[in-house]
């Protein structure tokens, strides 16, 4: 079957009692998992397809264990196309053999075959997810990654459930093809058809009044909503008719709390907010819930909202199908899909909880700062080929003026059996090539053509490195998602315009600045994220809209081993895929 409402119907209560452990286990526990990759037929908005999903469910069977478990996930690769799975936010400490970035630190695993994830979930707690990261796979090989603490949570409240709320996309076409045809044109990419709420797109959709998700509460209940930004392409803005929403936790890093009518959530993150179901209904029993996309790009997108609803259970409700007149659907607490003031205000209030049992570690001091350009680009045409992006050119990507290709072989395996091959280098560029002003004039006037390579940094083992995230006009003023692999960052500052670096760091926040695995970097501004680098291996750095990561906007960087095993990179696993 699909998934869809009954999977998640399972889901709860398996998560519900999974939560009445808490705290509960060893540290040697081993939590085993059997994940196929498969075609799976799967309808929605009118179109049958053939669907790639993991043991065929949509989305993905949740992964929930225990902070310090060891975990081990069998993945056995049934389709003839390459894959591997992430585990996204996972630090993977001195596993990046684990992490699944195609070709940075593993190879594929290929048509029939299989490959066992091992790794241990070290002082980490809260939500995150899991993903394909092969090629445009992750459009539906996603899923929740559940990490329950050893000790209760840091809030109060007594909660009577947790439901995971996983936003996506549906393509009626075949995703895959939507990336090659965009590589093979250098044209955009064509938008997909729906967003979904956990696979379902909801009633403002063709043929959808059926795939609606909808969530029984009670009155007077607190519930944990878990929300994963699993979108292929977008930002999105959510928010539930009536209900208040405290934040308590991002990106598995349990935050100051604070109460908020919606919230901006950009692909890659995750946010946990509790909600007191306080509010009497109508006639139907429901409130709507809602989310829809917040635009900062040029590029056609998918305009279009997706809902689901809360039903309250012993309501007196209405005997007739869910409403789907759009007019009585209207949900006044959900932002315009242009709200920069909205999503910048809601970014603002993020704050870490900084408290003696969860402290805010962030270096107080730097022994590295890079500068690095996030840029769209358009590439001259080679000869005898046409292209169809921007004025007869293709669209690329870059950082720094470098657009990041993946090699034919893993980074990770290059680097440690010290292979001599050309597969990277170790100059990614630590400021920009030439300065100007970045976020104005005009960028259609400027030299918009960039560079191929592999560039990676290279950090000794604990090194503070800070890393200042620039948004350029090249095309347009974008907010970008950057996503850090094998290690939590700080954001301790971020604003619009060109960074200073004589007085932006001045008003830094090193008290209980955000902790997080991916930053919404303001479109037309900045973030200045500080790292700690004592995750040895090789760590992809990447913009977490599919798109830009296909034209090249990417980079990475190796840690080095540090003193002794426990500072080193574990030897690969015996059945690491060969390229």
């Known amino acids: 079957m699909e998934g869809g409402r009954k999977h998640y119907g399972i889901l709860l209560e398996a998560l519900a009692i999974i939560a009445a452990a ?4 060893s540290s040697q526990t081993i939590r085993r998992f059997q994940f196929n990759v498969e075609w799976k037929q799967v309808t929605r908005l009118c179109t049958t397809k053939q669907l790639l999903m993991v043991n065929g469910q949509y989305p993905g069977p949740t992964i929930a264990v225990h ?11 049934r389709i003839a196309q390459n894959t591997t799975l992430h585990w996204h936010g996972v630090r993977q ?27 241990t979930v070290t002082g980490q707690r809260g939500t995150l997810l899991w993903h394909a990261h092969y090629a445009w796979q992750r459009a539906s090989v996603y899923g929740a990654f559940i990490i329950y603490p050893r000790i209760p949570y840091p809030f109060s409240h007594q909660i009577q459930a947790e439901i995971p709320i996983i936003f996506g996309e549906w393509w009626n076409a075949d995703p895959a093809e939507v990336e090659n045809t965009m590589m093979l044109t250098g044209a955009g990419p064509d938008s997909s058809n729906a967003y979904t709420i956990n696979g379902l797109p909801g ?31 977008d930002e999105l803005f959510f928010a539930i008719a009536k209900h208040t929403l405290t934040v308590v936790e991002v990106d598995a890093v349990y935050t100051k709390p604070f109460a908020t009518t919606s919230i901006m959530i950009a692909p890659g993150q995750t946010t946990t ?7 009497v209904p109508d006639f139907t029993g429901m409130f709507v819930m809602a989310a829809r996309p917040y635009l900062t790009s040029v590029f056609p997108f ?20 869910s409403p789907v007149d759009p007019s009585s659907l209207k949900l006044p607490n959900l932002p315009e899909m242009e709200d920069t003031a909205f999503a910048t205000k809601f970014s603002d209030k993020i704050k870490s909880l900084a408290s003696p049992q969860h402290p805010c570690n962030v270096p107080k001091t730097i022994d590295k700062r890079v500068i690095t350009t996030i840029s769209l680009n358009i590439q001259d045409c080679p000869e005898n080929k046409t292209c169809l992006g921007y004025k007869g050119k293709s669209f690329f990507a870059s950082m720094n003026n470098q657009s990041f290709v993946r090699p034919s072989i893993s980074i990770l395996e290059s680097y440690y059996k010290n292979l001599t091959t050309s597969s990277f280098s170790s100059d990614f560029p630590e400021k920009p090539p030439n300065y100007f002003d970045y976020t104005g004039g005009d960028p259609l006037t400027q030299n918009m053509n960039t560079k191929f390579g592999t560039k990676l940094l290279v950090l000794p083992y604990g090194t503070n490195v800070e890393i200042v995230l ?4 090249f095309l347009n003023l974008e907010n970008h998602p950057i996503h850090v692999h094998g290690h939590n960052f700080f954001i301790v500052g971020s604003g619009f ?15 209980d600045p955000p902790e997080r695995n991916t930053v919404a970097v303001p479109s037309g501004g900045w973030a200045a994220i500080r790292i700690k680098a004592d995750n040895p291996g090789v760590w992809f750095v990447h913009c977490h809209l599919e798109q830009h990561t296909s034209w090249g906007l990417a980079t990475g960087f190796i840690v080095q081993n540090g003193q002794g095993p426990s500072q080193s990179i574990l030897p690969p696993p015996q059945d690491l895929p060969s390229c």
């Open 67 to 77: 902070e310090g478990d060891n975990v081990e996930i069998k993945v056995k690769n």
């Open 470 to 473: 620039q948004d350029t006009s």
């Open 497 to 511: 315009g060109n960074f200073n670096k004589a007085k932006d760091p001045k008003r830094y926040n090193l008290v």
């Open 203 to 233: 009633p403002l959709y063709p043929c959808s009044n059926q795939d609606t998700f909808i969530q029984t509460v009670e009155y007077g209940k607190t519930y944990m909503l878990r929300i994963i930004n699993a979108a292929l392409a």
């Open 22 to 25: 808490v705290p509960c286990c």
């Open 302 to 321: 998918n305009n279009s909202t997706t809902i689901g609803f809360l039903r309250y259970k012993n309501a007196r409700t209405w005997k007739g199908k």
């Open 273 to 279: 907010v509790l909600m007191t179901a306080n509010q």
């Open 93 to 119: 400490l001195r596993t990046g053999w684990a992490d699944g970035p195609a070709y940075v630190t593993q190879c594929p695993i290929r048509g029939g075959q299989s490959y066992t994830y091992k790794f």
